[in-house]
């Protein structure tokens, strides 16, 4: 059968099919409801500053002292007056000391009238310079220099307390440790960082016809390509992270699994069996285990079986079995549940504006977050998408050609080229 036979297939049987998107749940009011069952962990602990990478920060972090601590010089050059410059021409100075960057600028001496130190960036302003020129700018004759024209007060001086005076917040309290927050901690004298402890998540994907890779495949069998994908989304130095593998389908040990899960877990990551198929056991295991279902079909394409709810203290995520439709629904609804337990502060996957470089036609009533890829820039800066198969919630190799998710509103059953959306990236 040819690719497009199959397409007009998948059309007949009713796959894309609207009929009830009414009964379906907007993708904005899903995520609310999943982010309102999300509590953030509030134990925290203590670790070195070298281990802080990737961890999110308990509280805020205020400086202790002013940054920088003193008035220092910007460039290597001359540290002089600026009163000494009285009318226009050059002026010679005479050149009576040195600093550099860890003297201690106090003890190098005071600059007089018609005097200049010899300075190099990140060194201290001794008293009674309040400017410095660069070494380019000036003539050096022996032990004296020369200058062209007046230097205004402050002149490449980096002033006490420019970058923060004391007190002031470095950074908040939620925000997930980079290079750069790192260098701010440092920066301030501190070895150690308080931060919130991990988030403890579950994985396990269901499915009696998952084989591991690796493995040899019987007939009807595939390969659990789901359960690698989210291994690799969630290994963050924030994760701690308990693999359960693959669970056939049989209810007695999903509900077994599920339960065991919830002893310990802040989060619990499942792929498969949230349809309404026979062997789609997970959510009623879910409720036969005491666990409340908060969201569960959802106007979002892929991704419709997509379920939130609760077990215990841990927070349930149910993510579909076909792997683009688990891929994307982690990285729209589930991410962003999983970083608000986390206790950061900033939750929303990456995205800006785009425009579709060709026109295309779909059925609306459903959210949609067509893969596709920027192939170049429209005349007013934006990049220009080319949008991928419209069929591919079960094609990963969509996914692996494409540079993020253009958003389509529910609505629209038509996007005209040039049109601008939404776009994640990936």
Not at 76 to 103: H, I, K
Not at 148 to 159: D, H, Q, Y
Not at 294 to 318: C, N, Q, R, Y
Request: charged share 25%; net charge neutral.
């Amino acid at each position: 059968m040819t690719l497009d036979r199959v397409n007009q297939a998948r059309d007949a049987c009713g796959c894309d099919d609207q009929t009830g998107a009414r009964k379906l749940i907007p993708v904005e009011a899903a995520i609310k409801r999943g982010l309102s069952v999300a509590r953030a962990v509030e134990e925290t602990e203590t670790v070195r500053l070298n281990e802080a990478i990737g961890r999110v920060l308990a509280q805020d972090l205020a400086a202790p002292f002013a940054l920088p601590p003193f008035d220092n010089s910007a460039m290597d050059g001359y540290a002089l007056r600026s009163a000494d410059f009285t009318g226009p021409g050059p002026r010679v100075f005479e050149v009576t000391g040195r600093v550099a960057a860890g003297d201690d600028a106090a003890r190098a001496g005071t600059v007089r009238a018609g005097q200049a130190f010899r300075i190099f960036t990140g060194a201290g302003i001794p008293p009674g310079a309040d400017a410095v020129i660069m070494q380019e700018h000036v003539r050096r004759i022996g032990d004296r220099i020369e200058i062209e024209g007046p230097i205004p007060s402050g002149n490449c001086i980096r002033v006490r307390g420019e970058d923060a005076v004391q007190g002031a917040v470095l950074l908040t309290g939620g925000k997930l440790i980079g290079p750069r927050e790192i260098g701010a901690i440092a920066s301030v004298g501190l070895a150690e960082v308080h931060v919130r402890r991990k988030l403890r998540i579950a994985l396990f994907c269901t499915g009696s016809e998952l084989r591991q890779p690796g493995e040899t495949l019987a007939p009807g069998q595939i390969y659990n390509s789901n359960r690698f994908i989210l291994l690799a989304a969630l290994r963050a130095p924030w994760i701690e992270l308990k693999d359960y593998g693959a669970i056939e389908d049989d209810p007695s040990r999903l509900k077994h699994a599920v339960t065991d899960a919830a002893k310990d877990a802040d989060l619990i990551v499942t792929t498969g069996g949230v349809s309404v198929g026979e062997e789609d056991h997970m959510v009623n295991q879910l409720r036969e285990a005491g666990g409340e279902i908060e969201v569960m079909k959802i106007a979002m394409k892929p991704g419709k079986p997509l379920s939130v709810g609760t077990l215990g203290s841990a927070v349930f995520v149910g993510l579909p079995g076909n792997p683009v439709a688990a891929f994307t629904t982690w990285k729209i609804i589930g991410s962003q549940i999983a970083a608000k337990l986390s206790g950061q502060e900033e939750i929303d996957p990456r995205q800006s504006m785009v425009e579709a470089a060709a026109s295309s036609s779909r059925r609306p009533g459903r959210q949609e977050y067509r893969p596709a890829r920027i192939i170049g820039i429209s005349p007013d800066g934006r990049p220009q998408v080319e949008m991928l198969d419209h069929s591919y919630s079960a094609k990963i190799s969509l996914i692996c050609k494409s540079d993020g998710l253009a958003v389509i509103p529910a609505n629209k059953d038509r996007i005209e080229a040039g049109e601008a959306l939404e776009f994640v990236y990936l």
